[in-house]
């Protein structure tokens, strides 16, 4: 076949993704900056400058920050643990790693409410252990979102970085071994290195997915509010489409900067990768 | 083994992918199939909440059924949802049932038929507060709860909740949910807060002062009902406002919850039922909520815990009686805030809520 027809193959997929995400993706970015029949930034302007406003990306650029960091320390040593696995015994703990793919967000999330709650296993265990004397508050604040976005978010890292890791050559460790490096330091020049792609694309993963959350925070999180909760009180409370398309527009280019500030720094830890 | 990478990796995105939509997901209930039994029966689309099925599809709409001919087609969600659905005109609704705050958008967004109320006659033996509760031309409330104070006496301190201004004791803090701005109730919250901060006429600012210095001890704001009762059962708060109709629901998590008609008063939280501007069956429609209006019906919805009663001829025993909003004394009582006002004012107040209480 020639590959020109083979390119025909593409336009099902092409013609839904069209469809249904480019074109929807472009009418709310374009809506944002025409507003009321005139050409406007009004809404990024009031955004911009209402301190509010800024908290709450605030708050949702730090959860989301955190939550990527630990899950690289979470997910670094046990993708490595795995990749070094017979193949068997591969597929069997890569199978253990997705299995909380494989039940809904909002199951995970209210799980989390059983635990970390007043009366929850948590405190009830610390308190009967005498490690505490007043149940601790977990529950409704930022750090059960932490949790929360973790447990949600760690098998992403670790399959990535597993797909990655089997791929390095054990002879380089070998190699290095050989010329007198130590296992430690081997680790550091070479597994590491060689891993950084699995870390920027699984961190990239973690993080939009952190960023636009809705369930976790909205069952987990307490008073404070992230971009995606107040992104839906705007759009279905009060039916301020404006506002709400002005958010999804700050929170794709939210996206954008940080996947391209990744890449950067991909380029400089690994100049020779990719 | 590339394959296998291949595979994990799709279902990875398909993993971000549904942890991204697990909220979008909305089940839709159309209320039994499309196929009209013969002689051409009459649809009828009603758009309701969708709880307690069942007893409607049983109580309210199959006598209804089969004494006009018609086939009625429910269609089921939340109060934003369908009035939304009807914005966008993307369902054929003849009748829909919302809560007042709800029902006034949609009369501001002109769409509901003026009623007629010469052909309703069970109106004139319904409480005078749920007859027109926004306006002469719109629907009457076929049901009108109280929104008092639930706690759990043994968590409290012993403290005894009689007034709105208790939720302001120290006792309370840190055990404490009240509803969201956003939700029904939260505007009747922000009245009581007016109110414990001494107001008789309604004190925008003293109200928003008086909730800031209650938010340090409130664990989180509730948006649903379901919300406030999965926290009481879990012993994450021991008080906080609620809907009488759903204290059972905190008895039979915690046998000891008291309910309480606050001495300022409670607020009515009623529910209207309204017919859609441009349907075909005005008339049957009207005749359907005569129907719900009727004796007999609301004594069964009353007896069956599912709605308070709002016709008088309506009588319960004490054991019946329990758990409902029922009766002159207690009806008569309730402060009924005027939905017009609180439209007008909502979104300033969701934003200062927001800004000043909530930070």
Known sequence: ?274 | MKKWVQGLASLTILGVVLAGCGNAAKPENTGGADNAPKGEATKLVISTWGFSADFFNKELYEPFEQEHNVKIVVEAGNNADRLNKVKTGSSPVDLIYLSDYYAQQGIEAGLFEKIDRSRIPNLKDIYEVAQAPLGEDFGPAYTVGQLGIAYNPEETGGKEIKSWSDLWSPELSKKLTIPNITATSGPMILDAASRAAGNTEFNEDQAMAKLKELNPGVVKYYNQTSDYVNMFTQGEIAAGPIMEMYVKDLKTAVPGTKFVTPTEGAYAIMNTVNIIKGSKNKELAEDFINWHLSQEFQEKAAKAKIDSPVNMKVSLSAEEAEGITYGADTILKLIKLDMKFVNENLKNWIDRFNREVTQ
């Open chain 1, 1 to 274: 076949m020639k590959k020109s027809y083979l390119a025909l193959l593409l336009l099902p997929g092409l013609v839904f993704l069209a469809a249904f995400m480019v074109i929807p993706i472009l009418l709310t970015v374009g809506s944002t900056f025409y507003h009321e029949s005139r050409f406007t930034v009004e809404g990024y302007i009031l955004f911009f400058k209402d301190p509010y406003f800024l908290k709450i990306v605030w708050t949702t650029l730090r959860v989301s920050i955190i939550t990527t960091l630990l899950c690289m320390v979470l997910g670094f040593p046990t993708a490595y643990y795995i990749s070094r696995q017979s193949p068997r015994r591969k597929g069997l703990l890569l199978a253990l790693a997705i299995f909380p793919l494989l039940t809904s967000s909002v199951v995970r999330s209210f799980s989390w409410t059983i635990i970390l709650g007043k009366k929850g296993l948590l405190n009830n265990t610390l308190l009967s252990l005498g490690i505490i004397q007043e149940p601790l508050n977990i529950l409704y604040t930022p750090t059960a979102m932490i949790i929360g976005l973790i447990h949600l978010f760690l098998p992403l890292i670790i399959i990535t970085l597993v797909g990655v890791m089997e791929n390095i050559d054990s002879d380089l460790v070998k190699a290095a071994e050989s010329l007198g490096a130590s296992r430690f330091s081997a680790f550091c020049k070479i597994i590491i290195p060689l891993s950084v792609p699995g870390l920027i694309i699984g961190g990239i993963l973690v993080f939009v997915g952190s960023l636009t959350a809705y369930t976790t925070p909205a069952l987990l999180g307490g008073k404070q509010r992230v971009i995606s909760t107040f992104l839906y009180q705007n759009a279905i409370t009060l039916n301020d489409w404006y506002l709400a398309s002005v958010i999804a527009t700050i929170m794709m280019f939210i996206t954008f900067i940080i996947i391209a500030l990744m890449n950067k720094l991909a380029t400089k830890l690994n100049p020779k990768g990719s």
